[in-house]
């Protein structure tokens, strides 16, 4: 069974940082790209920055580029997103999701985890 986890969300000031965690299981992680994307209350989802398989491929959304960093780490089966400079319109709840297309908001994601809300505040 596949699962994917997010974890390290939380409340921050605006201006701060976050590191938020995506632990993945019961699957080979090193064949998938990973993406992370985010909800905010009734707003649409939307991308937010994905990386290819073996982490060479970064594309972030325009909103975050400068800010916000991926990584993995294939050995731990954990992707990474560093976020720091975070705005309180960066709120929202943070997905991981991942697939086995190319590291873009237009791949599919066959796999999602259940989301970790991050909250900035003014």
């Known amino acids: 069974q596949v699962q994917l986890v997010e974890s390290g969300g939380g409340l921050v000031q605006a201006g701060g940082s976050l590191r938020v965690s995506c632990a993945a299981s019961?699957?080979?992680?090193?064949?998938?790209?990973v993406g992370w994307f985010r909800q905010a209350p009734g707003k649409e989802r939307e991308f937010v920055v994905a990386i290819s398989s073996n982490g060479y491929v970064k594309n972030y959304a325009d909103s975050v580029k400068g800010r916000f960093t991926i990584s993995r780490d294939n050995a731990k089966n954990t992707v990474y997103l560093q976020m720091n400079s975070l705005k309180p319109e960066d709120t929202a709840v943070y997905y991981c999701?991942?697939?086995?297309?190319?590291?873009?908001?237009?791949?599919?994601?066959?796999?999602w985890g259940q989301g970790t809300q991050v909250t900035v505040s003014s």
């Open positions: 019961g699957l080979t992680f090193r064949n998938y790209a």
């Open positions: 999701a991942a697939g086995s297309g190319g590291a873009s908001k237009y791949a599919r994601y066959d796999y």
